[in-house]
T-cell receptor
């Protein structure tokens, strides 16, 4: 069964304190791994898609990386506006076109 | 483009009442997804459509839930009768994988409270 696990559930950082969020996955053939950001009271907003191990994508203070078993979302020198819940999702060969989401990591950055 | 539109944004109802949630996908998108989000279970796929046809409804929790897509620009998710455990945020999303990217675009969600 396809599965996605994110850790930690919650992370508190000081402004400028870099860290990483983890997404571990077990799927029968990975077609893509997705990172989304969700602000309170809003729908998830797309950040990145990664397709193969070794691939990296960057956007401002965020960098996503992918291995055969997990993905990391690295946050460099975060700011308070980076506070949100970050969701990881996978698209597998068995899931048709559907995505399977992890439960997310809630990041709080204080100034 | 206005993005995915959902209505109502908030719904409070009594147990046993019928609830209808509405979604307008992004124009040109041929896939539409309904998700439910709770603290305990996270974001769960309920059902998805391709070209207005339901493809996978294995996530629909029980017969009280039904979804329709009468045309390319409108979909409904109905709960009848509603129960307190149905309280959650319901999201609609759309995409068009033909573009080569499976990115899904989410609406703002409907927060449902069943008393």
């Amino acid at each position: 069964e396809d599965q996605v696990t994110q850790s930690p559930e919650a992370l508190r950082l000081q402004e400028g304190e870099s860290s990483s969020l983890n997404c571990s996955y077990t799927v029968s053939g990975l077609r893509g791994l997705f990172w989304y950001r969700q602000d309170p009271g809003k729908g998830p907003e797309f950040l990145f898609t990664l397709y193969s191990a070794g691939e990296e994508k960057e956007k401002e203070r965020l960098k996503a990386t992918l291995t055969k078993k997990e993905s990391f979302l690295h946050i460099t020198a975060p700011k308070p506006e980076d506070s949100a819940t970050y969701l990881c999702a996978v698209h597998s060969n068995q899931a048709g076109t559907a995505l399977i989401f992890g439960k997310g990591t809630t990041l709080s950055v204080s100034s | 483009d206005a993005g995915v539109i959902q209505s109502p944004r908030h719904e409070v109802t009594e147990m046993g009442q019928e609830v209808t949630l509405r979604c307008k996908p992004i124009s040109g998108h041929d896939y539409l997804f309904w998700y439910r989000q709770t603290m305990m279970r996270g974001l769960e796929l309920l059902i998805y459509f391709n070209n207005n046809v339901p493809i996978d409804d294995s996530g629909m929790p029980e017969d009280r839930f039904s979804a329709k897509m009468p045309n390319a620009s409108f979909s409904t998710l109905k709960i009848q009768p509603s129960e307190p455990r149905d309280s959650a945020v319901y999201f609609c999303a759309s995409n068009t994988p033909a573009s080569g990217v499976n990115e899904q675009f989410f609406g703002p969600g409907t927060r449902l409270t069943v008393l």
